[in-house]
C-alpha cells in the first residue's frame, strides 16, 4: 500500500510539452503583467460572500475549494449593503474603512463551509467546493482566503489530497482548454474573458494589474504553467 499511482505537479512549457527542473526554472523569472481578481464565492443557502484573491484568473474554472489559516481571525461584515466574509487583518487593505463587523471567528471555525460552484461549467465526480484550512495561507496580501485548484499547484493539491477534494484539469499539454466555454483557447490568452463572465455574474469585487515575478521555459521564453501529470 504504499506504491500507488498519483499526480506531480512540476512547471511545464506548453510549447515545448516538456517540464523543466528546478535550477531551470530559477534563470528564467522574469517580470510580467498579471490580472488579479478578487472574486465572490457565494455561501451556500445564505446571502454572504467569501471575498478570495487569485494572480490566475484562468485557474477558476477548475476551482473545487477554499482554504483558510485555522489559527488566524476573520470576520463576517456588512459593506455597501453585502455580507463578505475576509481576515480580520486584511479588512481594511481591502475595504476602507466603510465596513461594519458583524461577527468574528478563527480559520478553523469556517472548515467545511460549503459554497457555490463559482464557474458552473465542469461536472464534479465527488464532494467538493467547501472551506478548508492550511498554514500556508498568509496574511500578508490578498484577503486571507485562497483558491484551491489540486492541478495547478502543489499547495492546492497537497490541500486537495488532505480533504479528498476533487480532481480538475481541463487543460492539455498545449496549454489550451480541452473543456468549458474557452475550448481551444491558450489559458494565459483567456483571463480577460474570465473577467468578463465574472463582472456579468456580479461575481467580480474587483481587478487590478500588477507586475510579478513569473518563471519563463529559458529555451522559448513562454510563460510556464504548475501542471499536474501522472507520477507514481
Known amino acids: 500500500g504504499l506504491f500507488y499511482e498519483g499526480v506531480k505537479i512540476l512547471p511545464w512549457c506548453p510549447r515545448c510539452g516538456t517540464g523543466l527542473a528546478s535550477h531551470e526554472v530559477a534563470q528564467g523569472y522574469k517580470e510580467m503583467d498579471a490580472n488579479t481578481v478578487t472574486v465572490t464565492f457565494k455561501k451556500k443557502n445564505e446571502d454572504v460572500y467569501f471575498l478570495v484573491w487569485t494572480t490566475t484568473p484562468w485557474t477558476l474554472i477548475s476551482n473545487v475549494g477554499l482554504c483558510v489559516n485555522p489559527n488566524e481571525n476573520y470576520v463576517l461584515v456588512e459593506s455597501k449593503g453585502y455580507k463578505f466574509i475576509l481576515a480580520e487583518k486584511l479588512a481594511n487593505k481591502v475595504l476602507g474603512d466603510g465596513y461594519t463587523v458583524l461577527e468574528t471567528y478563527t480559520g478553523k471555525d469556517l472548515e467545511y463551509t460549503e459554497y457555490e460552484q463559482l464557474l458552473p461549467f465542469l461536472e464534479v465526480d465527488k464532494k467538493g467546493f467547501f472551506v478548508t484550512c492550511d498554514h500556508y495561507v498568509t496574511m500578508e496580501d490578498g484577503t486571507g482566503i485562497v483558491h484551491i485548484a489540486p492541478a495547478f499547484g502543489q499547495d492546492d493539491y497537497n490541500v486537495g489530497k488532505k480533504y479528498d477534494l476533487p480532481y480538475l484539469n481541463p487543460v492539455g ?8 466555454p474557452w475550448k481551444g483557447i491558450r489559458v494565459f490568452d483567456v483571463d480577460l474573458e474570465v473577467i468578463k463572465y465574472l463582472k456579468e455574474n456580479d461575481k467580480l469585487f474587483k ?3 500588477m507586475l510579478h515575478n513569473y518563471p519563463h521555459c529559458w529555451r522559448c521564453d513562454t510563460p510556464l504553467l504548475y501542471y499536474s501529470k501522472p507520477s507514481f
Request: charged share 45%.
Open 173 to 180: 499539454e498545449d496549454g489550451c482548454y480541452t473543456e468549458g
Open 207 to 209: 481587478k487590478q494589474k
